[in-house]
């Protein structure tokens, strides 16, 4: 099964730009549908954005639609987040999870926090 770590997470200003990182291993990183989802204190965790396994077809939340850019890179197992217009609202823990085309069962990274301050 695969694993994740997720990197890229950290505090910053309103209008600011982050890049999350999440490195996958022990699978074939192509049999996995990616995506990032996110949780804020007091909520239900939440979609966020998803990737098929070329890349070519991606998905967005109304929240973060022109925002963020979800993409990946198969030859370094790596799927990004790219963040831009970053607003307080944003504040959560920020989740990599992958789910298996074979039996879709999904598998999570442990977060990364990000904040923004106003």
């Known amino acids: 099964q695969v694993q994740l770590v997720e990197s890229g997470g950290g505090l910053v200003q309103a209008g600011g730009s982050l890049r999350l990182s999440c490195a996958a291993s022990g699978d074939t990183f192509s049999n996995y549908k990616m995506g990032w989802f996110r949780q804020a204190p007091g909520k239900e965790r939440e979609f966020v954005a998803g990737?098929?396994?070329?890349?070519?077809?991606?998905a967005y939340s109304d929240d973060v639609k022109g925002r963020f850019a979800i993409s990946r890179d198969n030859a370094k197992n790596t799927v990004y987040l790219q963040m831009d217009s970053l607003k307080p609202d944003d504040t959560a823990v920020y989740y990599c999870?992958?789910?298996?085309?074979?039996?879709?069962?999904?598998?999570w990274g442990q977060g990364t926090q990000v904040t923004v301050s106003s």
């Open positions: 999870v992958a789910r298996s085309y074979s039996d879709e069962r999904n598998y």
């Open positions: 990737v098929n396994w070329s890349g070519g077809d991606t």
